[in-house]
């Protein structure tokens, strides 16, 4: 089995500052691509950002240019460093990774709540 632990969610000001992290655990070979989503209330799951095991990233139109994607493989972590938040980045925000072990799944991190106050 494969756990997925974030960490680094909170209440920030507009124009702050937060980083996340994820950490993969667990019956693991490779990890191949790594993102975060995020989920507002009332609105659907949208992908924030992703990041291949070299080192390809992809983003939202909406965090560019002030959030960063970056992973560690060897500590099979991937980070989201997210600067000049506004309010309307307020979500929980999840960690995703497609995990070969035999196989190949995408595994689910719990959800961390980032609130940005105007």
């Known amino acids: 089995q494969v756990q997925l632990v974030e960490s680094g969610g909170g209440f920030v000001q507009a124009g702050g500052s937060l980083r996340l992290s994820c950490a993969a655990s667990?019956?693991?070979?490779?990890?191949?691509?790594m993102g975060w989503y995020r989920q507002a209330p009332g609105k659907q799951r949208e992908l924030v950002a992703d990041?291949?095991?070299?080192?390809?990233?992809n983003y939202a139109d909406s965090v560019k240019g002030r959030f960063t994607i970056s992973r560690d493989n060897a500590k099979n972590t991937v980070y989201l460093q997210m600067n000049s938040l506004k309010p309307e980045d307020t979500a929980v925000y999840y960690c995703?990774?497609?995990?070969?072990?035999?196989?190949?799944?995408?595994?689910w991190g719990q959800g961390t709540q980032v609130t940005v106050s105007s």
């Open positions: 667990g019956s693991i070979s490779s990890i191949n691509v």
């Open positions: 995703n990774a497609d995990i070969t072990y035999y196989r190949r799944t995408v595994y």
């Open positions: 990041i291949s095991r070299g080192g390809v990233t």
